[in-house]
Nanobody
Framework: VQLQASGGGLVQPGSSLRLSCAAS????????IGWFRQAPGKERERVSC????????YYADSVKGRFTTSRDNAKKMVYLQMNSLKPEDTAVYYC???????????????WGQGTLVTVSS
């Protein structure tokens, strides 16, 4: 099983980025895919999750209304569209697969390598 996150970069405040998570070696329909981020000196937190069976989505309060996660099970891809980016969104972003969309990171079985998002003027 492999998850590969990509799409990070350096952007100005107010800009948009779309992160992608490519999955291989698993049936994506059976997994919730979470996006997590870890800023320097802070704990890793869940940003969003999209469930495998229903496609239900969950967002951290800090990103609601700005970030949108979606998935294409046929292509085994999951996306995180990030709009109106703020400096506080700066972090390494990871995608992870788990049976359910839980907040507890222990429940995510597979993790991607992370992609750096820097929001700065």
């Amino acid at each position: 099983v492999q998850l590969q996150a990509s799409g990070g970069g350096l952007v100005q405040p107010g800009s948009s980025l779309r992160l992608s998570c490519a999955a291989s070696g698993l049936t994506l329909d059976y997994y919730g895919i979470g996006w997590f981020r870890q800023a320097p000196g802070k704990e890793r937190e869940r940003v969003s999750c999209i469930s495998g069976r229903t496609g239900s989505t969950y967002y951290a309060d800090s990103v609601k209304g700005r970030f949108t996660t979606s998935r294409d099970n046929a292509k085994k891809m999951v996306y995180l569209q990030m709009n109106s980016l703020k400096p506080e969104d700066t972090a390494v972003y990871y995608c992870a697969a788990g049976r359910l969309c839980t907040l507890n990171q222990i429940n995510y079985d597979y993790w991607g390598q992370g992609t750096l998002v820097t929001v700065s003027s």
